[in-house]
């Protein structure tokens, strides 16, 4: 018998789903909802029929949470949706449930403006004119460019665009590096990579340069901490999901009772009355701030003097380099005697950010006092020129404190989670081993062989040989929506005689798929069968088994056999090496195999399949970035040169002498604080 409180939820949620069906019914009558098969009049009356079937899916929107969905299928078609389910619905083994995003999905499977045909293009790159072809002619085309770009120019000149897309699935993952495209390449020759990221690549490179690698603590770690500073950070809206750390953020609150202070810009939903303190500060100048707060930390001998000289490189003269000029250390920086002879005072910080100077004095001694302090950001601060030099400064606060490595506490970036490691299928090692950064993929279509590796970032050479002559582009709007000047790389791409040859793979007719030269109707990830971990939630991994909801409709086909039927236009040899003989399905049950080798523990593949959900608890309890450096040092030495905690990087240093910055850039070994020519103090804002 189930127990009175099961009785009353099950009634709760019967009531609601009932009201909710009702309420629909008296509004619309019998009208059809938008992009419905069925009448909510009629499903009223039909809602305790028997269901055809409950069928497991996810959403793999670019949030980091990958909720599970579930999906109540009838006729083939999607008539409800739910969320997940399953667990105690507790701490750590929580109910994944998704955010009106994901549950609106049923609208989008069958929305009238999806693309349902190959077409080529008719009209100029950008005009969306196109025209229905056969799977074969685009198949046929699009095999044809790339032998035709491979044999006059070389594998360098076929690139494939950022995209993220779909993030988290195997099969149907988009991020290029990860995607069946860039196995098939490699199969190839290989293609001309990228480097960094849209969303977070200078904080990647800014904690690369000063731990080695970007982690931070799990969110569910501040369960640990006394006190919990974020920098730009608001996971409430960005991580907004059952799956995202904002549950844990919650959870781990009401155990630790820790203040929150939130600085940012606006007024957020992170903050939104759960934060102790909000404070405003200008955009573009946590630098500033973070420089402020570390005079203050500095001159009240709140700062953490064992832990900056057991770990730390450049804090002061005892542990500068020997190449690094005299008084370059960041204590020199702060105090005023370093190179630009300036004091980095509350009084000077307020000049900047406008938050007052004593507020500075105020929030400077809580980090320094709270024991531990949990300090972290988000990906705004970073977003702007020079923007390493804001993450840098940020997470200088942290290891002034000497909270790195220790629960409660927090290396200075976003937070990170424990996540389910799965086997993706292998791309092979790319034998192109030339790279652009990604921001700068238009450069390389109208001027390529002018961009060198000290002007404009080229790895594995010192300039390219070659323009991009064929893109490649799923699941992305970086073409066009996302990325930079907009006019300039319409006018870019609308050369034909640049790039010869733009695939887009979408699911609808977004602005970048108006410049395809072909145009492929891609499947959702829930129309078909695959599986997806989680990526930011907390001391909670898990794996949804993704199952076609729906049959394919039209003529939309997985990626796995476009990709697949593109191989074999390119040779049976390709063709056998890119599918090793199986299936689509056969690959996820012979990963899958691999997984439950590396952990015996996980169900059988067939018993996931009917759980739709398996969730596993952080063996570790919470994920403690550095951990390990933090109790040895020596025999844990992070991967940077000298092992350390490089507050002065000789890297940076080589590279701000050999590079040709433009005005406003700034390389700098130590975190410092600078203009930029978008900063709030740029001579161009001042005419307005």
């Given at each position: 018998m189930s127990s009175y409180l099961e009785r009353i939820h099950t009634s709760r949620r019967t009531l609601i789903k009932n009201s909710t069906v009702c309420g629909l019914a008296a509004i619309a009558g019998n009208v059809f909802l938008p992009f419905t098969s069925f009448s909510p009049a009629r499903a009223a009356t039909e809602q305790t029929a028997s269901l055809d079937k409950v069928v497991w899916g996810a959403c793999s929107v670019n949030c980091g949470s990958r909720c599970a969905l579930r999906f109540h299928v009838r006729n083939d078609e999607i008539y409800w949706v739910e969320t997940d389910n399953t667990g105690l619905d507790e701490y750590g083994n929580h109910q994944v449930r998704a955010c009106?995003?994901?549950?609106?999905?049923?609208?989008?499977?069958?929305?009238?403006?999806?693309?349902?045909?190959?077409?080529?293009?008719?009209?100029?790159?950008?005009?969306?004119?196109?025209?229905?072809?056969?799977?074969?002619?685009?198949?046929?085309?699009?095999?044809?460019?790339?032998?035709?770009?491979?044999?006059?120019?070389?594998?360098?000149?076929?690139?494939?665009?950022?995209?993220?897309?779909?993030?988290?699935?195997?099969?149907?993952?988009?991020e290029p590096f990860d995607s069946l495209f860039a196995r098939l390449m490699n199969c190839y020759g290989g293609f001309l990579r990228y480097h960094g990221d849209y969303s977070n690549g200078q904080i990647n490179t800014a904690m690369e340069y000063t731990y080695g690698q970007d982690i931070g603590n799990s969110m569910s770690d501040v369960e640990n901490t006394r006190l919990l500073v974020m920098f730009g950070n608001n996971p409430a809206e960005t991580r907004m999901s059952g799956g995202g750390v904002t549950y844990y953020l919650e959870q781990a609150r009401e155990k630790s009772n820790a203040k929150m202070i939130v600085i940012d810009p606006r007024y957020t939903?992170?903050?939104?009355?759960?934060?102790?303190?909000?404070?405003?500060?200008?955009?573009?100048?946590?630098?500033?701030?973070?420089?402020?707060?570390?005079?203050?930390?500095?001159?009240?001998?709140?700062?953490?003097?064992?832990f900056l000289d057991?770990?730390?490189?450049?804090?002061?003269?005892?542990?500068?380099?020997?190449?690094?000029?005299?008084?370059?250390?960041y204590k020199a920086y702060i105090l005023g005697y370093g190179e630009d002879n300036t004091a980095k005072t509350p009084e000077w910080g307020e000049g900047i950010t406008s938050v007052p100077a004593e507020k500075i004095i105020k929030l400077a001694r809580e980090i320094g006092a709270a024991k531990p302090a949990?300090?972290?950001?988000?990906?705004?601060?970073?977003?702007?020129?020079?923007?390493?030099?804001?993450?840098?400064?940020?997470?200088?606060?942290?290891?002034?404190?000497?909270?790195?490595?220790?629960?409660?506490?927090?290396s200075g970036s976003r937070e990170s989670s424990y996540?389910?490691?799965i086997e993706?299928?292998?791309?092979?090692?790319?034998?192109?081993?030339?790279?652009?950064?990604?921001?700068?993929?238009?450069?390389?279509?109208?001027?390529?062989?002018?961009?060198?590796?000290?002007?404009?970032?080229?790895?594995?050479?010192?300039?390219l040989d070659v323009p991009i002559k064929f893109i490649w582009n799923r699941a992305g709007n970086m073409l066009i929506n996302q990325h930079g000047d907009i006019n300039r790389t319409h006018e870019i791409l609308s050369d034909e005689n640049k790039c010869e040859m733009i695939v887009v793979s979408e699911i609808f007719m977004t602005a970048s798929a108006k410049y395809a030269d072909i145009l492929i109707p891609d499947l959702m990830s829930i129309e078909q069968e695959d599986f997806m971990p989680n990526e930011y939630a907390g001391n909670m991994g898990y794996i949804i088994h993704v199952q076609p909801a729906t049959s394919?409709?039209?003529?939309?086909?997985?990626?796995?056999?476009?990709?697949?039927?593109?191989?074999?236009?390119?040779?049976?040899?390709?063709?056998?090496?890119?599918?090793?003989?199986?299936?689509?399905?056969?690959?996820?049950?012979?990963?899958?195999?691999?997984?439950?080798?590396?952990?015996?523990?996980?169900?059988?593949?067939?018993?996931?399949?009917?759980?739709?959900?398996?969730?596993?608890?952080?063996?570790?309890?919470?994920?403690?970035a550095f951990k390990e450096f933090r109790e040895d040092p020596v025999n844990n030495p992070l991967s940077t040169p000298s092992g350390k905690i490089e507050i002065y990087s000789e890297r940076l240093a080589e590279l701000a002498q050999k590079w040709e910055l433009m005005d406003d850039e700034v390389i700098s070994p130590l975190p410092v604080y600078a203009s930029t020519f978008d900063g709030w103090d740029a001579p161009e804002r001042k005419s307005f």
């Open positions: 009106l995003r994901g549950r609106s999905i049923r609208r989008r499977i069958n929305h009238p403006d999806r693309l349902k045909y190959p077409m080529k293009r008719v009209g100029r790159r950008g005009e969306g004119k196109f025209e229905r072809i056969s799977w074969d002619e685009a198949l046929d085309t699009i095999a044809s460019s790339i032998k035709k770009v491979k044999k006059e120019y070389g594998n360098e000149a076929i690139y494939l665009n950022f995209s993220t897309g779909v993030i988290g699935g195997n099969i149907t993952y988009s939903d992170t903050a939104a009355g759960r934060e102790d303190e909000w404070i405003p500060i200008r955009p573009g100048t946590d630098a500033a701030l973070a420089a402020s707060l570390a005079w203050v930390l500095i001159t009240e001998n709140l700062v953490d003097q064992n057991r770990y730390c490189v450049g804090y002061d003269e005892k542990t500068l380099p020997d190449g690094a000029p005299p008084n370059g250390h949990f300090i972290c950001q988000g990906w705004g601060p970073q977003r702007q020129a020079n923007g390493e030099l804001n993450a840098r400064a940020i997470a200088m606060l942290a290891i002034l404190t000497g909270n790195v490595g220790i629960h409660g506490g927090n996540i389910m490691p993706r299928i292998p791309v092979f090692e790319n034998p192109v081993t030339t790279s652009i950064p990604c921001f700068k993929w238009a450069d390389a279509v109208d001027h390529g062989t002018e961009m060198t590796e000290l002007k404009d970032g080229v790895r594995g050479k010192s300039r394919a409709k039209f003529e939309r086909k997985p990626i796995y056999w476009t990709v697949s039927e593109i191989a074999k236009r390119l040779g049976n040899d390709i063709y056998q090496k890119f599918t090793e003989g199986r299936t689509q399905e056969q690959w996820l049950e012979f990963l899958y195999a691999k997984m439950r080798t590396d952990d015996p523990s996980l169900p059988s593949y067939k018993e996931f399949r009917e759980m739709g959900i398996y969730k596993q608890k952080d063996p570790a309890g919470h994920l403690v």
